[in-house]
């Protein structure tokens, strides 16, 4: 509709309202003036009434004194009275409401009072009846009426006023203008009663048109009611037929549902086919397949075949792995696909997941001369509860697939902490970024699609279902978190993803043993290397408390420890981060030689040559070390303080021992033992017992370590502490039994602990140990035990046959703080010496740690060093200190988590006096024994 339209409609509209709203008003009027009209009748005839009685009783009096007769004034009154009074009641009959009656009514009423006046002989008080008869007039709502009124009064008082004065004013002679007196009070009241007549009129025309709307209002609702009573109705007739229709969809649904329930059953039994299919499948190529690869491995390793034999094996059992892994993800995704994919949940290392994860696929990255390395944040709690086969699952998925699409450069597996810990539970993040050939866009829509790859042309260059990151993301979801990446093409990606894991508070122990006290704050500077590996290592030494520095390459780092030198804070420590690329790695160590001549004792190489031999060659030239990439934490944490630490047997008892030793042949090895300790007082006292009975030993620190030196070397009998950090000696005999049970062989264990309990014996049995011996371990019963399951070694077994069983049983009665002629009696002068230099140094740096522990109530590195503490002290016969360590431990033992510190800092104190006397004794016996040990 236009403007000019609806203007016109809207100005119709008014009209219409207007004209309404005047009818209404005339309609109230008229009907006011009908009432008044009756109003008036009635009054007149009581007025004619009233005048006759006047006239009977009033006249005479004022007329004519106290003379009481029968007065004309009473013809008057019943004849003029009658008349002022008949017709215009006759009118209000016959024209109620018309103008003429309310006309002839105010001029029959002013005549009436006019003749009221003159009958009371013009007394004042009937004057106001004219007041009265205006006030009643202005009923009607009309002046002209009241100027009718007002004229007839003003009229009639001028002609008697001048004729007749004595019948207006009850006076003889009166001044000929005074009538005009009386005409002015009446205009007075009249400009009143107009004004209230217009403020009447007013109203009624306001509720009028009130009134008007009102019923446009109700004429438009009425409209619309009955507009929707007819759309109701057409809803409702539409309604029913869509009941009608609704009823016949219902019936072919319930048909349609029938057939669907059995469709179902139908998918159901298939699916269930399926599965038992893909089961059985998996489970008769799998047996085969299994059986290619070990005999494919065996056949390269033990048996003398041609370089071209070698080759055709290798390439067989790389197949057969392949293979396998594509049996894997159809069976994975056949169970995601029938719902029956789901986590086993238990506890597991953080640390040793993460490494060992590295560890698996490390040969892959060398042989592409890649870099692999790892980072789990120090915030990261160690011991949780998940499912870290799944876990394991995922990350070997990203990081084949990175060392796939990775030409050169670097792999970065990382696991930090994706929110704060909260009510026993962290989400982590796991991430691997590499620097591979990226993903472009199109390629990313379709990459968690199954069967979908980077590359799916049948000549692609790279392998696969397709169906690892379609696993890898429901196990993510089932884990309760996300699975994301980023990728740039042609710059490298990043796959990561959340997970939801508990923490398991009572089994949390540290990564690694607190640093010393004298080396906080020491300087180590890292040259070269990847960007990650360097970011990672500045990570792990910055959380120990120690300074971190980069050199770009070998002459800025000769200048920065020239510089560093001259402004007395040298440089304690350097570590050279290998390129894995450099074709020429021996060139590098020519170059270090040269340029970093003077810190070759603390120059440690870390890299990941594929060459296994480059370590020895490393340690050949005398470098202070060689760390393989990945780099574990603990052995790089043991790399530092056995090459800045003061202990004079650290390089021979640690890692950096070892590190020369991965590389013998294994014939080098075949009488060897192997002594798992983490306590190096212990390792030293085993290493020099073995050696006075002349056997060959090599020493590592933990369960873990044990498993790696296993696995490289062959080893006659182990030496097995059962108590470790990162793993105990029962969990290293378990995963060293199961290892050996695929191999087909068996190495002799024994256990050597200080637990002495009947249980602990039958603990280390059930664990697959084969003997056991408690600590103190003395040179006698440990010959025993060697020549009871070393037979043919007895010839070269020292004949050292001291009653050392006696002396221990002694000593443990006495009440001196240590039995120095006990330990003098089992080792000759220079090893007890030895022994006890190395007990008095450890001990000092385990009070130190324990110190930190209490003020800082960390209870696991306090229990961590009170073990530690209990079987050195336990070796080199310091009774007392044995005794109050192992009552400190007992004390540090809680079923709730809640320890008393006030109590075990009584033990704390109780162990530093032990401490000072053992150390008092051991110095006066020193000094008394020197000139013998000369």
């Not at 050597?752 to 371990?777: I, Q």
Request: hydrophobic share 45%.
């Amino acid at each position: 509709m236009s403007e000019v339209q609806t203007q016109e409609v809207q100005t119709v509209e008014e009209e219409s309202l207007r004209s309404r709203t005047r009818a209404l008003f005339a309609a109230e009027q008229e009907q006011s003036h009908r009432r008044t009209d009756q109003l008036f009748a009635g009054l007149m005839i009581f007025q004619w009434l009233a005048a006759i009685i006047t006239a009977i009783w009033i006249s005479p009096r004022a007329w004519e004194g106290t003379v009481s007769t029968v007065h004309i004034h009473v013809w008057a009154a019943l004849i003029i009275g009658g008349a002022l009074t008949v017709f215009p009641v006759a009118l209000v009959l016959i024209k109620p409401g018309k103008a003429i009656t309310r006309y002839i009514i105010s001029i029959s009423q002013m005549l009436m009072s006019a003749l009221l006046i003159h009958l009371s002989g013009g007394r004042i008080e009937t004057h106001f009846h004219i007041f009265g008869s205006l006030a009643l007039l202005a009923f009607y709502r009309d002046w002209k009426v009241l100027l009718t009124a007002s004229a007839v009064v003003a009229i009639d008082h001028a002609v008697r006023g001048v004729f007749w004065p004595q019948s207006v004013y009850g006076v003889m002679t009166v001044e000929p203008w005074r009538w005009l007196e009386h005409a002015g009070w009446v205009v007075f009241e009249d400009f009143f009663l107009i004004l209230s007549i217009n403020q009447s009129l007013k109203s009624t025309w306001d509720i009028a048109s009130r009134q008007a709307k009102l019923e446009k209002m109700n004429e438009i609702i009425e409209a619309k009611v009955t507009e929707r009573t007819a759309e109701l109705q057409v809803e409702v007739n539409e309604r029913k037929e869509a009941e009608e229709t609704l009823a016949k969809t219902n019936a072919c649904l319930k048909e349609t549902y029938i057939e669907l329930e059995q469709s179902r059953d139908q998918a159901v039994r298939a699916s269930r086919f399926k599965s038992e299919f893909l089961a059985n499948m998996s489970h008769e190529i799998r047996t085969p397949l299994n059986a290619i690869v070990g005999l494919s491995d065996l056949l390269v390793r033990t048996t003398k075949l041609t370089d071209e034999q070698k080759e055709f094996g290798t390439i067989i059992n790389d197949s057969a792995d392949v293979l396998l892994n594509l049996v894997n993800d159809i069976l994975d995704y056949s169970k995601i696909e029938a719902g029956k994919l789901e986590l086993e949940v238990t506890e597991f290392d953080i640390i040793e997941l993460i490494e060992g994860i590295a560890d698996l696929v490390a040969q892959r990255a060398r042989s592409k001369q890649l870099s692999l390395v790892t980072f789990i944040d120090p915030t990261v709690p160690r011991i949780l509860r998940g499912d870290p086969g799944r876990i394991r699952q995922v990350l070997l998925n990203f990081l084949s697939n990175s060392i796939k699409f990775t030409d050169r450069g670097e792999i970065v597996l990382r696991v930090t902490l994706d929110s704060s810990i909260n009510n026993h539970r962290a989400d982590l993040r796991f991430s691997v970024s590499d620097t591979g050939i990226g993903l472009n866009d199109s390629t990313q829509e379709t990459l968690f699609q199954p069967f979908m790859q980077v590359d799916a042309s049948t000549t692609r260059k790279y392998g696969g279902t397709g169906l690892g990151l379609v696993i890898s993301k429901r196990l993510v979801e089932l884990m309760g978190g996300n699975i994301e990446f980023e990728s740039s093409y042609g710059k490298g990606s990043v796959f990561g993803f959340t997970a939801k894991l508990e923490i398991v508070p009572s089994e949390q122990k540290p990564v690694i043993g607190p640093l010393p006290d004298d080396l906080r704050d020491s300087r180590i500077l890292i040259i070269d290397g990847p960007l990650g590996t360097q970011q990672i290592l500045n990570a792990y030494i910055s959380s120990w408390g120690m300074r971190c520095g980069h050199a770009t390459d070998i002459d800025k780092a000769a200048l920065m420890i020239k510089y560093e030198s001259a402004a007395n804070d040298p440089f304690d420590l350097v570590f050279f981060v290998l390129d894995p690329s450099n074709e020429e790695p021996g060139e590098i160590l020519v170059a270090l030689d040269k340029g970093l001549g003077l810190m070759k004792p603390r120059l440690v190489i870390i890299g990941s040559c594929a060459d296994r031999a480059f370590g020895k060659q490393v340690m050949e030239r005398g470098f202070a070390a060689y760390l393989p990439i990945p780099v574990r934490q603990s052995r790089l944490f043991d790399c530092i303080i056995g090459l800045l630490g003061k202990h004079l047997f650290a390089t021979e008892t640690g890692n950096m021992a070892t590190e020369d030793q991965k590389n013998l042949p294994v014939s080098q090895a075949r009488n060897l033992i192997l002594v798992v300790e983490d306590n190096v007082v212990n390792q030293k006292v085993a290493l020099l017992q073995l050696r006075e009975l002349g056997y060959a030993a090599h020493a590592v620190s933990n369960g873990r370590e044990a498993l790696e030196a296993v696995a490289r070397t062959e080893y006659t009998l182990i030496l097995m502490d059962c108590q470790m950090p990162e793993m105990d000696g029962l969990q290293a005999t378990k995963a060293i039994r199961k290892m050996e049970t695929k191999a087909g062989k068996h190495s002799l264990i024994v256990a050597m602990t200080a637990n002495a309990m009947s249980s602990d014996r039958l603990d280390c049995l059930a664990a697959g140990m084969d003997d056991y011996m408690s600590k103190p371990v003395n040179q006698k019963k440990l010959q025993e035990v060697l020549l009871r399951w070393l037979p043919a070694s007895k010839r070269a077994a020292v004949d050292k046959t001291i009653d050392t069983d006696n002396l221990s049983e002694n000593a443990s009665m006495t009440e001196k703080a240590i039995e120095i002629e006990a330990l003098f009696a089992t080792y000759d002068n220079k090893v007890g010496k030895e022994i006890l230099q190395s007990f008095q140094i450890d001990a000092e740096r385990l009070l130190k740690n324990m110190a930190l522990a209490v003020e800082q109530k960390d209870i696991f590195a306090l229990k961590h060093n009170i073990h530690q503490l209990k079987g050195s002290s336990a070796t080199v016969y310091a009774t007392e200190l044995a005794k109050l360590s192992r009552a400190f431990e007992e004390a540090t033992e809680s079923t709730n988590d809640v320890y008393n510190w006030t109590l075990l800092n009584e033990h704390f104190n109780a162990i530093q006096s032990a401490c000072k006397r053992t150390k008092d004794l051991s110095q006066e016996v020193l000094k008394e024994k020197e000139p013998k040990m000369r």
